[in-house]
């Protein structure tokens, strides 16, 4: 019996301890995708995998299970000043055209495979993974990866269900009710608006069509083609492995997105990028939200965006603003200001899972980024929302939708409206009963997000590829969806039969016709 159990004790180490070799590819610059990055690599080290991971944010791991690959060379395809506020406010700057952001992600996506330690991690054969993890964002040149190391591809969507990612492993989301991902507007459309999505749809199309896949499959042949190449395999074409991925896991949820039809190997686990366990509170800090009676206001325009880079006119009117709050105020700004009101404090770092789980916290203004707009639901804190760039718009218009937002434009004179919006979300209580009311929602999962990430990358490896998942929609040529070809069946039928039973006609019946016809000209 003892003998058993230690078998059995064995055999459940061994068949959980199925430690994988993946490489995860985030090689965007900006912080919230570091952030989601972080997150998929912590759930996989937890999950007992060995990880490889490129990014432009490099430190020193913890865990001898994880090794970096530094791609910070990638800040230079970021165009300088590309966030200028005063631009942004002068409405001089719009981030609504694909055309930009798939332009400067195919130059990204360029830097990173050419960067020498991507290059030396490609030109060993003795690298080898068991999944190739990339994030999408605006190009599909990282599916190749998958290619040159033989193993499953999934890819990694930062934001909530969209079309361009959907057509990936399934089909296109309908335009007539899902927008596109730079769209702001929010279903039920209206005619225009169903008008505008449809268009935003077939442009992004014709613009991979005419360019960017093109561009994409030239840089697999030229870098990743020959690496498959030297491992002894034949390399498929770039589009097989465009259409080839395993799951999608999206940091989307229902609590924050929409409830769209979406495929089996769509994996929505919204917030993984939470840590667990709330950490405690710097004793100074805490000491000022434990003994605010009035509770606390915490304002953070995230991490892109620099409070200095505000102009003087919005930073002194704001100030002055905060300061005729009975609330305490945290504004998290990387510089300090003159003459700060008392209730005011001016934090340069900010723990701001920490301060959102605080209970006096009364409300959060933001930016509206979709990373601090999880975090908001995950504590059920109500916001202010004052979108500058990209999906912030949506995200802002979605939370007010909802019922636990306000949205504030971005203005030089936006402080008295931002006052207005602070005393009726601290008056009415509507705001933080929604946003408790979602929190639940977002909460009430049968898996935690991290865990079921690491579950179904675990699912792909083992099954070597899902292959059981895929949508057999993937192949289906439009023109068979519409049954365009049953439509051409019948117009020639149709056309044919006229045509005959006029020849039967004329032939049999000749000349009745002929008279009538005269008569009525
Ligand atoms: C597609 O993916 C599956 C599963 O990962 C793999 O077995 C197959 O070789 C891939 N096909 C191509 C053409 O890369």
Redesign the pocket.
Known sequence: MWAMNLLLACLAVISCSEAAKILVIYPVPARSHGNLGDGVVRHLLKAGHEVTYITPFTYKPASPKLRLIDVSDNVKAAPENLLNLDDIINKQMTFDSPLIVMYIMLDMMRMTIENPNVQNLLNDPKEQFDAVIGEWMFSEAVAGF??VY????IWTSSVDVHWIVTRLIDQPTNPAYSGDPLSSALPPFSFWQRLKELYAQLSVQLLRFLYFDGAESRLYEKYLAPMVAKRGLKP?SFY??QY?S?LIIANAHVSLGQALAIPQNFIPVGGYHIDEEVKPLPQDLKKIMDEAKHGVVYFSMGSNLKSRQLPKEIKESLLKMFGELKQTVLWKFEEDLPNTPPNVHILHWAPQQSILAHPNLALFITHGGLLSTTEAIHCGVPIIGIPVFADQFINVARASQRGFAIKVDLSYTMAPELKKAVLEMTSNPKYAQKAKELSYIYHDRPVAPGKELAHWVNHVIET??A?HLRSPALHVPLYQKLYLDLLVVIIVTLYVGVKVSRIVKSTFFPSKNVHGKKKTN
């Open positions: 998958g290619a033989n193993c499953p591809f498929p097989e492995i080839n395993s070597r590829g292959l």
